[in-house]
């Protein structure tokens, strides 16, 4: 049973994100996701204390531990990617201006 109950909070939870992030302006994804890096890694780390916390003799609890770790470390790691590549786009090159 507690499989179950862990089924539904992961449901609720992946439900929640999608409607959270489909109400925003495609034109914030990227500020907000270099923004919130800090909370994927809070997020990663209760889905590690999850797995640990995980019955090993039932495989629903390991594999939505498994998968929770999994996704928290791709979005986590994602964000530190965009990151980057939006803080490039804000750094100046060797260009001399007013030369003609």
Do not use: C, W
């Not at 640990?52 to 770790?69: M, N, T, W, Y």
């Not at 996704?71 to 990617?81: E, I």
Request: glycine content about 12%; proline content about 4%.
């Amino acid at each position: 049973m507690e499989g179950f109950a862990a089924l539904y909070i992961f449901m609720l939870a992946a439900f929640t994100g999608y409607e959270v992030i489909s109400r925003v302006p495609v034109i914030l994804h990227t500020p907000l996701m270099s923004g919130s890096n800090f909370v994927h890694g809070v997020v990663l780390v209760g889905a590690m204390v999850v797995l640990g916390h995980a019955d090993p003799e039932d495989p629903v609890q390991l594999v939505i531990g498994f998968v929770a770790v999994f996704l928290g470390a791709a979005n986590a790691a994602g964000g530190y990617v965009v990151t980057e590549r939006m803080l490039a786009m804000f750094k100046g090159g060797n260009k001399k201006q007013g030369s003609a």
